[in-house]
């Protein structure tokens, strides 16, 4: 009888070993989980801003910028739900510039609308690029058919830009777009968005950090708390 017991002790020590390191080990696990999670959360991105279309004063602090798509509907809204706040909370207060970049993603009239914009940019400046970016959303269909179809065409485009900009000056868009002298820059936009793991349209960072709140406040927030850490 005292053999039996003994060897049960021995039983009961051995399994309350393995329970204890089995927890030992999910407690580390979490702890990693934890820490990886946190290193993602303030991951920071290197960024060039260099040659990209921006909003707001060169002395602010921080650096917001969108990726979109011309095509892409929810782009819409946030260009016209969203984004005067941002201009009026966060630009035009001098916290932050703010940057358009391009993920085309949709259909061909995503990649042809990005780089006739990059061609309005390089070729008739920041001010122009702004006010042909604004009407491109404007002129977005509001049916949601419309993104299978060819919309943004050459002719579309040459048309929408004739609205703000005078004769010489289209045909001068006109000629650079033709000959691809964009090309380049939407390569850059495409790439970078790639590296930072852009997989939809509109994408948010701030100071090279992803945006990952909902509302104008969240992303008051987020500028204020990168503004702390210069």
């Not at 959360?41 to 060039?48: C, F, G, K, P, S």
């Amino acid at each position: 009888m005292a053999n039996k017991k003994k060897g049960n002790q021995k039983q009961s020590s051995a399994f309350t070993f393995w329970i204890i390191g089995l927890i030992a080990v999910i407690i580390i696990g979490f702890i990693f989980l934890a820490n990886g999670k946190k290193d993602g959360d303030t991951a920071v991105n290197e960024i060039d801003y260099k040659s990209q279309p921006y909003l707001g004063e060169k002395s602010a602090p921080v650096q917001i910028v969108e990726f979109g798509d011309y095509k892409c509907p929810v782009c819409k809204t946030f260009e016209e739900q969203f984004f005067p706040s941002i201009q009026s909370e966060l630009i035009d207060t001098g916290k932050a510039q703010f940057y358009f970049m391009n993920y085309s993603f949709i259909n061909v009239d995503s990649t042809r609308s990005a780089k006739f914009a990059e061609s309005v940019y390089q070729e008739l400046g920041n001010e122009t690029f702004w006010e042909f970016h604004e009407l491109l959303f404007d002129k977005q269909p509001a049916d949601l058919k419309y993104e299978k179809q060819d919309v943004f065409t050459d002719k579309f485009l040459e048309e929408t830009l004739k609205e703000i900009a005078n004769d010489k000056e289209v045909k001068k868009v006109v000629t650079s777009f033709k000959a691809k002298k964009s090309e380049d820059q939407w390569n850059k936009d495409m790439e970078l968005a790639d590296e930072l793991g852009v997989t939809g349209t509109p994408s948010l960072f701030v100071n090279g950090k992803k945006f990952e709140g909902n509302t104008i406040d969240d992303l008051v927030k987020m500028v204020d708390d990168a503004a702390k850490e210069k």
